[in-house]
């Protein structure tokens, strides 16, 4: 575990840094105001340790320790336990990345712990620098930058994820033959994604309830904010789900057309050849007649019928042409020729 890194604020101003949450957590109630804590891959021991010297309940910790959580709001005794996920977006491999960061959030201070050290604590405390007056509102404050830290990840994430889904839909015509593939995984991880957003809008609008009564107004703009984008990100993934659940029922339907077409095809192969053997049947059993009419009197008898008679080569060519004629009038009736 990296060492602890602590921020002592006295309304927007940063007083001291350290290492010692307890003394910061002593400096920050002695001035009224409050300490950010930044934890990084910490140990089950650190983690115990630092919710003796903060007094956090046993319940809040022992969820802290439990990784691959969705994102939640709870209060937990005196104070809050927040859950966020921050997501990145690997285009290349059409995964999605969702990471942990885990608060506790009490009057004078701030616990923001990273599982598993993907997320830059750091970089979400300091969007702060740029909005000094939400510091004004104590440990909210961090609860908004953290927010707006989560919340405007998500644009470029949403973004890839469209213009992938933008391709699948131009793959979905051009057969393509993995793009169901594409599709099934790509719905995968909007699913997973859709676990991490669709509380937020809910988790927003109590932080913004929590900021009115202790601001004692009647509104709380910065949260409002973070909650209409909130609401605008969760429609946007739900749209996703919407899309891609209705490409794999084209995609079905495309392949079962082809399929179809595929088997008229055939039968329709199948029938030509039915038809192609029925002439060729018809025309041999035409061309049989003669042949077995002569091959029975080329037998080499002496004693047979219509040998010694005037009119015995006359009956067999008769006989031959009646018998494939008789044939062809058949088989000509029963449409084989």
Not at 22 to 45: C, H, M, S, Y
Not at 135 to 141: E, I, T, V
Not at 165 to 183: A, C, H, K, N, P
Request: glycine share 6%; proline share 4%.
């Amino acid at each position: 575990m990296l060492e602890p890194h602590c921020i002592v604020y006295d309304g927007h101003t940063p007083v001291s840094t350290g290492s010692d949450p307890a003394a910061a957590l002593a400096e920050a109630r002695r001035i009224d105001g409050f300490v950010w804590v930044a934890l990084t891959q910490p140990a089950r021991d650190d983690v115990y340790r630092l919710a003796h010297e903060f007094g956090l309940e046993s319940f809040g910790v022992a969820s802290a320790l439990r990784t691959h959580q969705r994102s939640k709001l709870s209060r937990v005794g005196e104070h809050l336990f927040v859950v966020a996920q921050p997501a990145t977006y690997d285009d290349a491999a059409e995964t999605v990345e969702c990471h942990e960061v885990d608060l506790f959030v009490g009057e004078h201070f701030v616990i923001a712990i990273s599982p598993d050290g993907h997320v830059d604590l750091d970089r979400m405390r300091s969007l702060l620098d740029d909005h000094p007056q939400i510091l004004d509102k104590g440990s909210l404050g961090i609860l908004w930058a953290t927010f707006e830290y989560v919340t405007r990840g998500y644009r470029d994430v949403l973004d890839d994820i469209e213009h992938d889904i933008d391709e699948i839909e131009e793959e979905l015509f051009s057969g393509t033959e993995d793009v169901s593939r594409r599709i099934f995984a790509l719905q995968r991880e909007v699913i997973d994604l859709s676990h991490a957003t669709s509380p937020l809008e809910d988790m927003l609008v109590r932080l913004q309830r929590i900021a009115e009564q202790k601001s004692h107004r009647d509104d709380a703009p910065a949260f409002r904010d973070l909650t209409d984008r909130a609401a605008y990100v969760d429609a946007r993934v739900s749209s996703f789900r919407g899309t891609l659940d209705n490409a794999l029922t084209i995609h079905s339907t495309i392949v079962d057309q082809r399929r179809n077409e595929s088997m008229k095809e055939m039968t329709a192969q199948s029938i030509e050849q039915n038809d192609q053997v029925k002439k060729i049947s018809s025309w041999a059993a035409i061309g049989f007649a003669p042949t077995l009419v002569a091959g029975i009197y080329g037998m080499n008898f002496r004693f047979m019928p219509e040998l010694s008679w005037p009119f015995g080569y006359p009956f067999a060519i008769g006989l031959m042409v009646a018998v494939s004629a008789g044939l062809y009038a058949i088989f000509k009736r029963r449409d084989w020729l």
